[in-house]
């Protein structure tokens, strides 16, 4: 049983345990060490009172015979008046009786001198004759060849010492007490504002996450603790938030994936098997169906090209960093879509209302940056009317409300603002089509989001488009925002910062 016992861990002690003992434990031996060391010091000073008395006794001499006659006990020791004990021992060493004998007995003292271990002029304790007393004796030579020892009783000394010993173990033991109660107060007092956390910790656990800690005093140390846990709790509760949404991002990807998919598909279904009956089928029959077969087929294409783009977009570590010119890029994008116009109305021109184009440097891939301004400029064509103007436009400023790169009310984006006053070089295609609400523009960046929420694709693209754009212009360290409102067109804008040395020519704007 025993060795079970001593097998089996300590109990772990709590803080508050081990504040309170510890400084109960430490309090009471430093009160402890002082009584001892006070003891030490008064019994060396009343020893050395006790020594100088017994150093300053006179030899005996002859003379002693001339003083009046003292009492005689009845043992014949002579009782002097005072505290003083006198033995003289003849020159043959043997001892004679006492002088100074009275009530308290006296010190115990060979019969002889010669052989004895009594030092001569150094003064030591011995015992009384009977009782727990001790005399303080010393030896020394006196007339004649004869030997003498003083003594002096040390029942003061050791009852002055004995209730000095009594009075500080009742000192210790009340002090001692009263360094638990107090440390446990003070202990409580200080861990008060840990067991606040302790029990927001476990109202959080409990799901309560909006719960914060109270102290959050940046001069006391559980202050910055409780300060640095409620910034960790709010990253988690940030970081928990972000991947409820994320989920549910997934969730819908996931959806609006499955649907845009399931169209094509059905409809493809629908007319293989059309096809597959051609003897029963007429021959225009057929060929509406091979048509629309293809076209489906050419939309799923496309739909899985994006999708396999925008998850190369998220894995792609590294982009190709050369200087590309955004106004020759925008100049190949509105080439390359003018033959498909027929007439409609799309301008390329400065940014700020410049007079002259100008080149617009800036690094970057330049493949990547070609299709964010062809994203932009399909989706302008694509969802305004065809006698609506489009304006491409091109230019570097100081990012702000006015001009991009910065939030304000009526402008959305997916990604983060850049710095106030920063140099950015921008590219924007500007319609003026309808417009859209705050709701519609917050989110347009959103894969497969689409105003049109008849999800046919008869009107508009894949929804994808915005968000590859969105992609890219993260990658490049910008954004891709938009400003509009009903019936006030959009301008989608494209804001990258520009690099080191970009800010040549922009002193003045």
């Known amino acids: 049983m025993i060795a079970r016992r001593l097998a089996w861990p300590a109990r772990p002690k709590s803080l508050r345990a081990r504040l309170v003992w510890g400084a109960a434990v430490l309090c009471t031996a430093a009160v402890l060490t002082v009584q001892i060391i006070g003891v030490l010091v008064l019994r060396s000073w009343l020893l050395g009172q ?7 006794f006179p030899t005996p001499t002859p003379a002693l015979a001339a003083l009046p006659p003292p009492a005689v006990t009845a043992t014949g020791s002579i009782v002097l008046p005072s505290d003083f004990r006198l033995t003289i021992y003849d020159h043959a060493g043997r001892r004679t009786p006492a002088i100074g004998a009275g009530s308290p007995p006296g010190p115990r003292l060979p ?3 010669v052989g004895t271990t009594l030092p001569r002029g150094t003064p030591m304790t011995v015992e009384a004759v009977t009782g727990d007393g001790h005399w303080r004796v010393k030896r020394g030579d006196g007339p004649d060849g004869s030997t003498y020892v003083v003594a002096l009783p040390l029942d003061t ?3 002055a010492t004995s209730k000095l010993m009594w009075l500080n173990a009742v000192v210790l033991v009340v002090t001692a007490v009263a360094l638990i109660v107090l440390s446990r107060w003070v202990v409580g007092l200080g861990l008060r504002p840990l067991s606040s956390m302790e029990e927001t910790a476990r109202d959080i656990a409990a799901g309560d996450s909006d719960l914060r800690v109270r102290d959050t005093d940046q001069r006391t140390e559980v202050g910055r603790l409780g300060t640095v846990l409620n910034t960790m709790l709010d990253r988690i509760h940030e970081a928990l938030r972000e991947r409820e949404r994320s989920e549910e991002r997934l969730r819908r990807f996931v959806s609006d994936a499955g649907h845009e998919l399931r169209t094509p598909l059905t409809t493809i279904q629908g007319f293989a098997q059309l096809a597959l009956r051609r003897r029963e089928s007429p021959a225009a029959e057929l060929d509406e169906a091979d048509r629309l077969i293809a076209q489906n087929a050419e939309r799923m294409s496309l739909l899985v090209n994006d999708l396999l783009l925008l998850a190369k977009l998220d894995r792609e570590p590294v982009y190709r960093r050369e200087p590309v010119d955004l106004l020759a890029l ?16 799309l301008r390329l021109g400065p940014l700020l209302s410049v007079d002259d184009l100008e080149p617009v440097e800036t690094i970057g891939d330049p493949l990547r940056l070609r299709q964010v301004a062809d994203n932009l400029l399909a989706n302008a064509l694509m969802h305004t009317p065809s006698e609506a103007v489009i304006e491409v436009r091109v230019g570097t400023a100081r990012s702000g409300t006015a001009v991009g790169g910065t939030d304000r009310p009526g402008r959305a984006s997916a990604l983060p603002p850049l710095p106030d006053g920063v140099v950015v070089h921008i590219l924007e295609v500007a319609d003026h089509g309808p417009g859209l609400t705050s709701a519609e523009a917050a989110k347009v960046f959103e894969r497969f989001y689409r105003v049109d929420r008849s999800r046919t694709r008869d009107q508009g693209g894949s929804g994808l488009g915005l968000a590859i754009a969105t992609a890219i212009a993260e990658r490049h360290g910008g954004r891709v925002e938009v400003d509009t409102a009903p019936g006030n ?3 989608f804008r494209l804001v990258l910062p520009a690099v080191d040395g970009g800010q040549s020519g922009m002193d003045g704007a």
Do not use: K, M, W
């Open 489 to 491: 067109g959009c301008t």
């Open 157 to 159: 000394f050791d009852g």
């Open 50 to 56: 006790v020594d100088q008395q017994l150093a300053g």
């Open 111 to 113: 019969e002889e001198i």
């Open 330 to 345: 925008a100049a190949e994008t509105v080439s390359a879509v003018a033959p498909q116009l027929d007439g409609r109305p």
